[in-house]
C-alpha cells in the first residue's frame, strides 16, 4: 500500500534562507510524487511532479524535489525562501490503479519570518 | 481556459438538509474527483469518475452521492446533511496519456458548515 510521511507539521525560515521540507514515501512499485501548495483559503496548486524521468525535478516558484529511492524519500526544497511562499505544502503519491487516488501527506505548514 | 469551477463558494446548512455541490472543468479531463478536507487529516478521496456516465466510490463516501452525465460536470449531493460532514470540499480533474493518469487540477474549493 503506498503512503506519504511529511516528517515535519511545522517549519520556520528567514526570508532569504533555503527551505527544506521532507517527504518520505513508501510504495510497492515505482511511484508517481507531487509536492501541492496551498494558500490560506485558497485551492491546491501543484509544484512540482515525478513520473521516473529524472531524480531532480524542478517545480514553480524556484522549487525542486529529489527523488531517492534508496532513501524512499522526495524533499522539497528552495534556495531562498519569500514571505509569499508562507503557505501549507502537501506531499501526494498517486495510486496507480483504476481510482487514481491522491494520498496526502498531512501537509507541513510554512513559515517565513522577516 | 476557466479550468476547475465550484459552486458555491461558501455554503451553511441546517442538519437534515440536501444540497448539490457543483464542479465544472473546461479541459475535456476524463477523470474527476471529490476530496474534503479536514484539519490534520489532508484530503481524503470522497468519489471519483473515469468518464461520463461512471463513477466509483472513494475512501470516505458515505453520505454522498455522484453522478456524470457530461465530460464537463460532476456534481456532489448530499442527501441528509450531518454536522459530521462541515468541512472544505474540493473538486479535481485530470487526463490520461500513453495508459497514465497524470496531475490532478483542483477547483477553489466549497467551505461547507452543517449546524
Known amino acids: 500500500a503506498q503512503s506519504v510521511t511529511q516528517l515535519d507539521s511545522h517549519v520556520s525560515v528567514s526570508e532569504g534562507t533555503p527551505v527544506l521540507l521532507r517527504c518520505n514515501y513508501s510504495?510497492?512499485?515505482?511511484?508517481?510524487l507531487f509536492w501541492y501548495v496551498q494558500h490560506p483559503n485558497k485551492g491546491l496548486q501543484l509544484l512540482l511532479k515525478?513520473?521516473?524521468?529524472?531524480?531532480l525535478v524542478k517545480g514553480i516558484n524556484g522549487f525542486e524535489a529529489e527523488f531517492k529511492k534508496s532513501e524512499t524519500s522526495f524533499h522539497l526544497t528552495k534556495p531562498s525562501a519569500h514571505m509569499s511562499d508562507a503557505a501549507e505544502y502537501f506531499c501526494?503519491?498517486?495510486?496507480?490503479?483504476?481510482?487514481?487516488?491522491?494520498?496526502f501527506g498531512s501537509g507541513t505548514r510554512l513559515l517565513v519570518r522577516p | 481556459n476557466a479550468g476547475v469551477t465550484q459552486t458555491p463558494k461558501f455554503q451553511v446548512l441546517k442538519t437534515g438538509q440536501s444540497m448539490t455541490l457543483q464542479c465544472a472543468q473546461d479541459?475535456?479531463?476524463?477523470?474527476m474527483s471529490w476530496y474534503r478536507q479536514d484539519p490534520g487529516m489532508g484530503l481524503r478521496l470522497i468519489h471519483y469518475?473515469?468518464?461520463?456516465?461512471?463513477?466509483d466510490q472513494g475512501e470516505v463516501p458515505n453520505g454522498y452521492n455522484v453522478s456524470r452525465s457530461t465530460t464537463e460536470d460532476f456534481p456532489l449531493r448530499l442527501l441528509s446533511a450531518a454536522p459530521s460532514q462541515t468541512s472544505v470540499y474540493f473538486c479535481?480533474?485530470?487526463?490520461?496519456?500513453?495508459?497514465?493518469?497524470?496531475?490532478?487540477?483542483f477547483g477553489p474549493g466549497t467551505r461547507l458548515t452543517v449546524t
Open positions: 501526494v503519491v498517486s495510486k496507480m490503479d483504476s481510482s487514481y487516488k491522491l494520498i
Open positions: 479535481a480533474s485530470s487526463y490520461s496519456r500513453a495508459g497514465g493518469w497524470y496531475e490532478q487540477y
Open positions: 469518475s473515469v468518464g461520463a456516465g461512471i463513477t
Open positions: 479541459m475535456n479531463h476524463e477523470y
Open positions: 510504495s510497492s512499485y515505482s511511484p508517481s
Open positions: 515525478y513520473t521516473s524521468a529524472a531524480t
